[in-house]
């Protein structure tokens, strides 16, 4: 087999629009994997978030979350990589995030996503990823300091308009040191530098013996790219940001098309 892994985002890459996965994308993973391939899920979402989704794919081993923030063994749901922000960092960054009126912050600790306070953004992008969220009732640069929570990432929740101008104003903010990526036309992340999906795929892949060459990373969204630009073959679904069509080395058709399943067929079972 010539691609031994398949690295693949969840959100506008594995599910469809409508968060549903197809038949014909489950059954295509199924027969990679009974050939003797290794199907990897590399997302933004919590571990919680994504275990029943692995599961419904019939996934074992691996799953990259957090962004590359961490890496968990589904079965077990030990953590085997962890990385998390220090505290003093974190409520820092946070009270400048928290000075623009256009957005809502969140920080992923303890497997959880938590909030300052409920809104419509928080709400509906919970709904999404199928998980609960916790208010803190307080600005959570206030609240990370006066627990001493180290968080796994931030989020920044705003409409699409507002995202060009938070990206200058969150890294000049920063002033160094933290990586802002979109994962979604309305959703910044925020990570350490040297924490993104690209590394926990090296780290992966150096556990096992498995050369760039032999892997194929997919994704839709700018966050996606150090994956694909990793992999020995990146593919963007139809459906990418711009922005990630430029990195990869080939672009498919759309997730409401059955992306995963289409390179399946054209490139790791061929």
Not at 34 to 39: H, I, L, Q, R, T
Not at 119 to 134: A, K, L, N, R
Not at 189 to 194: N, T
Request: aromatic content about 10%.
């Amino acid at each position: 087999m010539k691609y031994k892994i398949i690295f693949s985002d969840f959100d506008g890459t594995v599910s469809r629009s409508d968060n549903t996965v197809s038949d014909r994308v489950k059954d295509a993973i199924r027969r990679y994997v009974n050939a003797g391939g290794k199907f990897v899920l590399a997302t933004g979402r919590l571990f919680s978030a994504v275990r029943p989704r692995a599961r419904e794919l019939g996934l074992h081993g691996e799953v990259i979350v957090y962004q590359g923030g961490g890496i968990y063994d589904l079965d077990s749901g030990k953590a085997l990589y962890l990385n998390t922000i220090p505290t003093r960092q974190a409520a820092s960054l946070l009270k400048e995030l928290e000075k623009p009126d256009y957005c809502e912050n969140l920080c992923y600790f303890n497997d959880e996503c938590n909030c300052a306070r409920p809104s419509e953004y928080v709400d509906y992008f919970c709904q999404i990823c199928g998980v609960p969220y916790h208010s803190a009732d307080m600005p959570l640069s206030k609240y990370i300091e006066q627990n001493g929570i180290e968080p796994v990432k931030i989020l920044s929740l705003m409409m699409p308009e507002h995202t060009d101008e938070f990206l200058e104003y969150g890294r000049r903010a920063a002033g160094g040191g933290m990586v802002f990526t979109r994962s979604h036309k309305s959703v910044v992340e925020i990570l350490p530098s040297g924490i993104n999906k690209g590394a926990a795929v090296e780290r992966i892949c150096k556990h096992f013996g498995v050369d760039r060459s032999e892997i194929i990373a997919l994704g839709d969204s700018e966050n996606d790219a150090s994956m694909l630009e990793y992999a020995g073959l990146g593919i963007a679904a139809g459906n990418a940001m711009p922005a990630l069509k430029a990195v990869a080395d080939a672009v498919g058709v759309t997730n409401d098309e059955d992306f995963v399943a289409w390179v399946i067929d054209n490139y790791a079972l061929k």
